[in-house]
DNA sequence: AACACAATTATAAATATTTTATAAACAAAT
DNA sequence: ATTTGTTTATAAAATATTTATAATTGTGTT
């Protein structure tokens, strides 16, 4: 099983993180400072760091900051402004991920599976790894995986999706899809684009996160 | 002959567990309380102990946590809740398999079977093991045992399960197997592929383990 | 701003196609 | 002669595509 350590002030708001993780099947251990937290994570190797930004003492940029020098256990910072997300991506202080408070105990357990899942697939050889959000594709394994659970893709789906995923922010017509997928001589309708972007749509999609957005009039783009 | 310890409360489960080990030619006793499980298992050298987590007075974490401290005898732990297995990996209790209840006894002498082939194998100088589920590959004595029984494989369904084995979680294609086993410069069908895949999956099919999985439209991964 | 209309996309279901499983016949090798 | 490997044929399973219908979005008009 995987550790995590929770640092937090907010007794409450450990406890309920807690509980929805062990429930999916995590260890958990709660520092309710920075400096316990950094010390706990220095001395043991968890999987996982929840940091929230706002602690008594060191807070969490200052506990992110030493631990690097030390470890890349990863890492995800919790903040109650969008602010210091946007401080932690510029200082480069090596967060894996990010979520603002507040948030659903849901999401939280799914992107902890992600990053879980993105650390098995490297440390079992495989190298080929996609990860947005919790959303994880292991080409090598050929397999794809939302909030550590595994999603069943036909062949068209994953090739549709690991070609989106692999050109994100960019716009794609169902045309140029429909070439680069099923080739540039295949003939069919592009329909047959719709439906299988729909298709993966349901397969993949979970919470919030919606990754294949329409561009109306355009087509699709993977964000 | 190989002696088994089944440390298990519920007295019809453990009986049954001892009469479908024994007519598979171990020898068991049984232990209904932890304390008394842990003596017997300090005192005698058994091949295996099977241990049920829920034991009245001393439970099966903290047999197992005491009985590591002394002995590396194989363990096998049986639980009702998943959340106990997630919790012995968790806390790297030493046990080498789990199973959840309800289970078929048919499945608990496989495993049994499997280690005791692994153990057998590993004591006997030989040092390039494969183990999965009850799957064991010795490649220097070039056997394969399932739950214990010796499996005969021809040199081609033997090449073919120990290259999927070697690198398990990567999906190759039926042309990819091809090269790889026959040899890039050999001619045929890739239809031989899948007969092979389907006379290796029948001889070392067992229970419900599916250790040769179909990636519909790509081709075969081991897992 | 509210409405209607057209264009586009979403969704579900039916049909067609492809891929794989299985068994058995055949060929090759030891 | 017997075991092993390969090919072939057929059945079964899974997936792809088309089609039809519903829902949504954009646009122009009042």
């Known amino acids: 099983m995987h550790k995590i350590l929770i640092i937090e002030d907010d007794k409450e708001i450990a406890e309920l993180e807690r509980d ?67 401080k932690i991506r510029g200082l480069g202080l090596g967060a894996d991920d990010y979520m603002t408070k507040p948030f659903s105990p849901g999401e939280l357990v799914a992107r902890v599976k992600a990053h879980i899942a993105r650390h098995d697939a490297l440390t079992n050889a495989s190298t080929d790894i996609i990860t947005a959000g919790s959303l994880v594709i292991d080409k090598d394994a050929h397999k794809v995986t939302v909030g550590g659970a595994q999603i069943p893709l036909t062949a068209k789906e994953y090739d549709l999706l690991v070609f989106l995923a692999e050109n994100p922010n960019r716009t794609y017509s ?50």
Chains 1, 2 share one sequence.
């Open 174 to 223: 169902k045309e140029t899809l429909f070439d680069r997928i099923w080739g540039m001589d295949a003939l069919g309708d592009v329909s047959t684009v719709t439906v299988h972007i729909q298709r993966v749509r349901d397969k993949i999609s979970i919470g919030s996160e919606k990754h294949i957005e329409t561009v109306w009039g355009v087509g699709y783009r993977f964000s």
């Open 20 to 86: 929805y993780l062990e429930v999916n099947g995590f260890a958990c251990e709660i520092a309710s400072r920075g400096t316990t937290g950094l010390e706990k994570s220095l001395a043991t190797d968890y999987d996982l760091i929840i940091i929230d930004v706002m602690l008594p003492g060191m807070d969490g940029f200052d506990v992110i900051t030493k631990l690097r020098k030390k470890k890349q256990t990863p890492v995800i910072f919790l903040s109650a402004r969008g602010n210091d997300i946007d």
